[in-house]
């Protein structure tokens, strides 16, 4: 198992990065860098491949919708060429929030979308002349107002063809996808008690219709790690954040987030957070989410306990333990996680 972690973008920028590095030196094998609608993650991950040195740095993620597949090729192969190979894809629907509210884009047809964009993606990187018609029309025919362009390669060498794609996903057909076409699966919210329950049937159905030659699926899931015997006071931390993915991102029957908590058995639980959330009751949208829900989806208290958490996410599949280390020195929590690992 590897350790990552998820930049801090709500901050700032060069501070985040410069943490990174400090982590790396710690052992850290990977980072992800968000987007939503703050700083684009692009920028964000070109300057870590100039401050690092061996860490993989991923997207978590690049939505389908903001920008063609083509550009997502090259925004990818541009990171993998000047961090040395180190670039990972992470790609997602993201929501109707984002696309819509942010971006200004219909929020339709994301399976599609995303499987295209895959597709799309490793051609371009194996530099054929990509020509495809779907959802995407590469090049734009005659009968859509096309009238000057011709099928075309990458015009520069990537450094890989296969560089590795994560897709974020939470839903059955969308988790069935990612099993099927991905390398790795960022799923969110991911409490390892319960997911097999929730994703073992859709992960399995993918698994069957999967090219070996992808090798095993990776997984990246995790949450805020503290050690010690006042520890677990920091599971509070994930109140917040899972009260605004399960209550505000999103309309009512429209929460991909608000349908895995009911999956995970929180049906109630669920209504009330949103029902809070949407009538601007924060603080009390994060006191309703239940403390089961706070300890399974965190790695926080005594270090034997802590230990017991990385071995469920394991167990769960979870390949990659991507972390948020909270206290007064987190450094040396990645570090003393990253000796448990090896």
């Known amino acids: 198992m590897e350790i990552s972690l998820q930049l801090d973008y709500a901050g700032d920028a060069r501070a985040a990065c410069d943490a990174a590095v400090a982590m790396e030196a710690a052992g850290l094998d990977a980072i992800w860098v968000a987007e939503a609608w703050g700083f684009d993650s692009a920028t964000i991950m070109g ?37 040395g190979g180190r670039a990972l894809l ?8 984002v696309v819509e509210g942010w971006h200004g884009m219909p929020y339709d047809k994301p399976l599609a979308r995303t499987r295209e964009t895959v597709e799309i993606c490793r051609r371009v990187w194996r530099r054929e002349v990509v020509e495809h018609h ?33 897709l974020a996903a939470l839903g059955p057909a969308n988790v069935a996808m990612t099993a099927e076409i991905a390398d790795g699966w960022l799923p969110h919210l991911f409490l390892p008690e319960k997911a097999h329950r929730v994703w073992g ?15 095993p699926l990776r997984t ?58 949407l009538a601007g009751r924060l603080r009390d949208a ?19 306990y802590v230990r ?16 948020a280390p909270t206290g007064s020195d987190p450094v040396r929590l990645v570090e003393t996680v990253k000796n448990w690992l090896t």
């Open 47 to 83: 300057y870590l491949a100039a401050r690092t040195e061996r860490l993989a740095i991923g997207s978590a993620i690049l939505n389908v919708y903001s920008r063609t597949p083509a550009l997502i090729a090259q925004t990818a192969a541009g990171l993998d060429a000047v961090s």
């Open 90 to 97: 992470g790609l997602g629907a993201s929501g109707p929030q």
């Open 134 to 166: 779907g959802l995407f029309d590469m090049p734009l025919p005659p009968e859509k107002g096309g009238r000057h362009g011709k099928p075309l390669k990458l015009l520069t060498r990537p450094l890989r063809s296969d560089i590795p794609v994560f």
């Open 201 to 215: 049937e859709p992960l399995a159905r993918g698994t069957a219709k999967r090219d070996p030659a992808l090798g």
């Open 220 to 277: 990246v899931a995790g949450g805020i790690l503290a050690i010690g015997d006042d520890a677990a006071r920091f599971r509070d931390k994930a109140r917040p954040q899972i009260a605004l993915y399960v209550g505000g991102m999103g309309a009512r029957g429209k929460n991909f987030y608000n349908d895995l908590a009911v999956a995970y058995g929180y049906e109630k639980e669920a209504a009330e957070i949103q029902d809070l959330y």
């Open 286 to 304: 994060a006191a309703a989410v239940p403390e089961e829900f706070c300890e399974q989806v965190t790695l926080c208290g005594p270090e034997g």
């Open 308 to 323: 017991e958490r990385v071995e469920a996410f394991r167990e769960a599949g979870v390949t990659m333990l991507n972390v």
